[in-house]
């Protein structure tokens, strides 16, 4: 066992957890419980379990193992706990917070080969399924059943349904179907000393003790692996209507959204906005199926979505909406998207914003809900600090600033698209914008949660009676502190 040491790694200071080293012991046990094909050793095999969407965050981890069973998860996790050795768990790896991947040589546990779908209630909606099934993939399930899944994301082609649990992931759909905390039925977890806790219930009513699963909705992989999900998916709309809109204030934005709940009220299924810097790096990247389809640039732009189960009146409602608003001058221009690709091609600019951010060099990624008055000030007040700065243009540290996100859920994407990453440009923005964030009351993660970006920032949104308490849950379920050590809690 190493004894507890400090280690720089990047611009942070870590303290190492006890946890050992992997010896020739540990991998024969692994394979004595695993396929041969679920261990993964080679170093070109290993890059892609080792680096995050982003690029930014990197890990040597020198052991991927990838279970197939519930029972094999549990027998691999008893293993590390007895034996000290830490673990990352890891979905579709497209969190953007460096959660998912280690920082030192964790071992990955990847959830890849668990994809099954368990059982689909066809009166109720309930889906149960394996934690490693992709989004996209249960949501084309569904379809063919008339149902939905009550969120949707970017990542979708990608992203697993355990690492939307395990991040209580918001996305595209959360203004009309809730949170996961709300959708999730029942979850079947492994706990670090292997013990398998089945709640997996299909009921939408339980109110039997504790409510278990909650805890382990967001908890980012620090109390135990998710294996199974219960879902409730709502039936899916036979009516989906999407129009974009292009605006020229953000007050224009807040008053159309308000508008939207008077007279859109039940059909509203989404409200997206993103403003003029990253309409422009859409259009730079080219991203496919992404086309502009307004005339001109405008500051702001508006995906509405409607989604109801008779064409015509969605149709009327939209249109005197959008008449009302051209009408007052709140939108500019606008169009209806006419057909099945025609939506596509509108979601795919909201949905190709964060890949088109990415492209742009190094992208300083902040995630955070407030009131929505002052969401876009946020964008602006961060702007005007770069200028102020002298730190912002062609041949500065930055580039741009960027803000888009979900208006409805008052959650603000704030990218800062720098040239490369580094302390100098990192100390620009943080504290200032976690700062910023508490001073009006928001919080600093609204759904991508805390990983190891974040984990330090905590107490800017959580008192410290939160972050004790937190801290004792921690070390209840996971006392040698194997599971996703150095992120989620603060350091000290
Ligand atoms: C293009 C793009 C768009 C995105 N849009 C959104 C968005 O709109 N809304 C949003 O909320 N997020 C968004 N994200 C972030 C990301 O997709 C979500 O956080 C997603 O839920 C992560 O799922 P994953 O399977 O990739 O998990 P991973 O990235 O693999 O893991 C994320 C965290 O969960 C843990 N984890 C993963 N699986 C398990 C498991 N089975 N059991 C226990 N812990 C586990 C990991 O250890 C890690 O801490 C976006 C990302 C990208 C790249």
């Not at 009676?465 to 989620?488: A, H």
Request: aromatic fraction near 8%; glycine fraction near 8%; charge should be negative.
């Amino acid at each position: 066992m190493e004894a507890e040491q400090n280690r720089h790694f990047g611009d942070a200071r870590f303290v190492l957890n006890p946890c050992s080293h992997l010896s020739p012991d540990d991998i024969a046990y692994f394979r004595s419980v695993l396929s041969p094909s679920s261990i993964v050793q080679d170093a070109d095999d290993l890059e892609t379990f080792n680096n995050d969407w982003l690029q930014k965050h990197r890990g040597q981890s020198k052991l991927v193992l990838k279970p197939s069973s519930t029972e094999e998860v549990s027998k691999t996790l008893k293993y590390c706990n007895d034996n000290m050795l830490a673990v990352v768990p890891q979905g579709g790896n497209t969190g953007l917070v460096g959660g998912s991947v280690p920082v030192f040589d964790e071992i990955v546990v990847s959830m890849s080969n668990m994809h099954s779908i368990r059982s689909f209630d066809p009166v109720s909606g309930a889906l149960v399924c394996d934690a490693g099934c992709i989004l996209e993939v249960l949501d084309k399930y569904l379809e063919q059943q008339g149902y939905i899944m009550p969120l949707d994301l970017g990542a979708k082609g990608s992203c697993h349904i355990g690492g939307n649990v395990s991040t209580n992931a918001g996305g595209l759909r959360l203004l009309r179907y809730g949170s996961l905390h709300g959708t999730v039925l029942g979850l079947e977890v492994v706990l670090p000393d292997g013990t398998i806790l089945d709640n997996l219930s299909t009921l939408r009513k339980d109110n039997t003790g504790y409510d278990l699963k909650q805890l382990f909705i967001g908890s980012e992989g620090t109390l135990g692996i998710v294996t199974g999900v219960s879902i409730l998916s709502p039936k899916r709309s036979r009516a989906v209507n999407v129009a974009l809109v292009g605006l020229n204030s953000f007050d224009n934005v807040q008053a159309a959204f308000k508008r939207s709940k008077d007279e859109l009220s039940e059909v509203l299924s989404a409200f997206e906005f993103w403003d003029k810097a990253a309409i422009q790096l859409v259009k730079d990247h080219l991203l496919a199926g992404a086309n502009d389809p307004l005339e001109s640039l405008h500051p702001f732009y508006v995906l509405i979505e409607t989604s109801g189960s008779n064409k015509d009146h969605d149709d009327a409602k939209l249109t005197q909406y959008l008449e009302g608003l051209m009408n007052d001058d709140i939108v500019q221009d606008g169009v209806i998207a006419q057909d099945t690709t025609q939506i596509q091609n509108l979601w795919a600019i909201r949905e190709g914003i964060p890949e088109a951010c990415s492209k742009a060099g190094a992208v300083y990624k902040y995630d955070i809900s407030m009131p929505v008055p002052v969401l876009y000030q946020a964008v602006e007040d961060m702007k005007n600090r770069l200028i102020q700065k002298n730190a912002i243009g062609e041949s500065k540290l930055f580039t741009s600033v960027i803000g888009y996100g979900h208006v409805g859920d008052g959650n603000l994407h704030l990218n800062v698209a720098a040239h490369e990453y580094s302390k100098e440009a990192t100390d620009l923005i943080e504290p200032y914008i976690f700062e910023w964030t508490a001073k009006h009351a928001g919080s600093v993660s609204a759904e991508h949660g805390l990983g190891i970006s974040k984990n330090n920032h905590l107490h800017y949104s959580k008192s410290p009676s939160m972050i004790q308490l937190m801290k004792r849950f921690k070390q209840l379920i996971d006392p040698n502190e194997i599971m996703n050590p150095y992120k989620y809690l603060p350091d000290q």
